[in-house]
Structure formats: C-alpha cells, structure tokens
C-alpha cells in the first residue's frame, strides 16, 4: 500500500513540475511577447487618446520616498526589490513581471501609460490593476519611484525592430 502511495505521490510531481518550467517561451522578447507588448500599447493608446504622450514631469523628492516605501510594500512580490523584475513571486509566473531598470524595455510604454497600467493593470496578466487601494497621489509616486530605477548601463539585446519604437 505504502509503496504504491508514494509511486502515485511521485507520478503526480512529475505531472506538476514540467507545467510550471515549460510554460514559459524563455526570456528573449522576440515573438509573443513583443506581439503583447504591441497589442497593450495599442489598447493604452486608444485609452488615453492624445494623453498618451502627455509628459509627466520629473519625480519630486517626495514622490521618490513615497513610491518607495509603496513599491516595498505591494510590488516586490514580482517585480523585485530592485524592480529587476525577478520578485519571488516571479519563478511561478507564466508572464515575467516587467524588468524597470532595463533601459529599453522600461521605455517602451509611454510615462502616461504606465500610469494606467498601474491603475488599471493588465488584462489576462499577473499584472492587476491598483486604483482602488491607492490614490492618485500615491500612484504617481509609485510611477515616479519605477520609472527612477530606469538604467543606461543595463541595455539588454531586445528585438524590438518591428514597430514597438514610434513615439
Ligand atoms: C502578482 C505579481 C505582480 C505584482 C504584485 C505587481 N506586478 Fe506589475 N507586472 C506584473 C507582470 C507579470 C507584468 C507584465 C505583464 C505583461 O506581460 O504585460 C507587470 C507589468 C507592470 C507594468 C508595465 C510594464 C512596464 O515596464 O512599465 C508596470 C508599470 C507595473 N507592472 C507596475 C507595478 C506596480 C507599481 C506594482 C505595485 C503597486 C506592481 N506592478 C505589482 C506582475 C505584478
């Protein structure tokens, strides 16, 4: 009995582990996920209309402290302590949560679409919208503190040649 328990016990592990390692398409943003990526900005531009490419002016001191303290609390499950985007919620996700400080990848939403995606979140991923458990001053700040992890230095190769780059 015990024997066949823990054969059926081991049989049900390997049905579980392949799931939560091959659902991901691998980290290089070719394909799908620039399909994706393509397909939100698409949906945040007819959102915002014109204020898409609203600028937002540069962060305050103030906001920087607030949207810190906010981001330790409610973002570093996935996107990391340093918003790198490797939280330890991350490893079980089929959608990686976005990298801030990648240089290329953190700028290809707009300020004022990242504002409603932190808002509204993303539909059909991890990425849940915020609206109603903060602000509107606390989630500029969180848009403040994100974009400041923005890096020159960590330019990923990306294959973001097929129109995601028009503003
Ligand atoms: C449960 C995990 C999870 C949590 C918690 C979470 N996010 Fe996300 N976030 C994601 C995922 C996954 C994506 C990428 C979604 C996709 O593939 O389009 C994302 C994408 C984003 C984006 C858009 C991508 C970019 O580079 O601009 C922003 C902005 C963002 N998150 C901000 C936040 C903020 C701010 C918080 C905290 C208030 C937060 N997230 C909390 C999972 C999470």
Redesign the pocket.
């Known amino acids: 009995m015990h024997t066949l328990l823990s054969a059926l016990k081991i049989a049900a592990l390997f049905a579980i582990i392949p799931i939560s390692t091959t659902a991901y398409a691998g980290p290089d943003h070719a394909g799908g996920?620039m399909e994706?990526?393509n397909d939100?900005q698409k949906k945040l531009k007819k959102a915002l209309g014109n204020k898409y490419y609203q600028p937002v002016p540069a962060a305050t001191k103030k906001q920087l402290i607030l949207g810190k303290t906010?981001?330790t609390k409610?973002?570093?499950?996935?996107?990391g302590k340093k918003g790198n985007?490797k939280?330890p919620?991350?490893a079980t996700?089929k959608?990686?949560?976005?990298?801030?400080t990648?240089a290329e990848?953190?700028k290809?939403?707009s300020d004022q679409?990242?504002?409603y995606?932190?808002k509204k979140?993303?539909k059909n991923?991890?990425?849940?919208g915020?609206e109603n458990?903060?602000n509107e001053k606390e989630?500029l700040s969180?848009?403040a503190?994100?974009r400041s992890l923005r890096t020159t230095k960590n330019v990923k190769k990306h294959n973001h040649s097929h129109g995601g780059h028009d503003h």
């Not at 409610?74 to 996107?79: N, T």
């Not at 991923?125 to 849940?128: E, F, G, I, L």
């Open positions: 996920h994706h990526m939100v906010i981001f409610s973002c570093v499950a996935c996107h985007g939280g919620a991350s996700l959608q990686k949560p976005a990298d801030f990648d990848h953190s290809f939403y679409g990242r504002i995606i932190i979140g993303i991923t991890p990425m849940s915020w458990t903060f989630i969180l848009h503190y994100i």
